[in-house]
């Protein structure tokens, strides 16, 4: 039988994916599910004209959001809805918004390895890394090191990065989401079914057993 096909796309700064992600993380250690669905990571740059250095992100979320307080009341939010799937978010420490291609990057050099449980765990990192550490994740010593941490290989990491590999990969799955109709993140797409917004594990449960019933059928 086939093994059920599931698809997130995310951006690294949006911080409803990783709570979507980990929703759906719960959602695969259900019973008749987890360890025969492989997950796919694919990049969805919510900012691809944000400088490579990144911006301040007081003065980038008070523009994009028109006050400071707005910001930080929807944070609140975030913050909350983390604690509920398990991860932690500190704004306090989070200086920058940065761009995020170079992240995306080595999630693509993860997926290439063909090892799965370390593409996630490199995923669950680089989002830790920047919601609950502040850490620069728009940068290249940044993510060797976090890479690092999750058991890659520093030197192939920085070659790959200082490469244009992983950039083509990146736009022409940019297209596909486009003919998808896919314009937002967090969206997990699981054999075929479109699911928009950091769903709650039981959504995903639903939709991996409808897919499996669907493959037995």
Known sequence: MRAIQVEIH??????WCWIGQRNLAVALAAPGIGETVPVHYVPFELNPSMPVEGMDRRGYRTRKFGSWARSQSMDAQVTAAGLTA???????????TPNTRLAHRLMQFAQS???????????????????????????????IAIATEHAFDADGVRSYLLSASGNAEIEVQG??????????????????????????PSVFINALRSAVERRAA
């Open 86 to 96: 398990g991860v932690e978010f500190h704004y306090d420490k989070v200086l920058r």
């Open 175 to 200: 297209g596909g989401a486009n003919r998808l109709g896919i314009h937002s993140v967090p969206t997990i797409v699981i054999a075929g079914d479109i699911i928009s917004g950091a769903q709650p």
């Open 113 to 143: 390895l063909d090892e799965p449980k370390k593409t996630t765990a490199l995923y669950h990192g680089i989002c830790a890394a920047y919601f609950s550490e502040g850490r620069d994740i728009g940068a290249l010593d940044t993510l």
């Open 10 to 15: 995310y951006d690294f700064i949006c911080p």
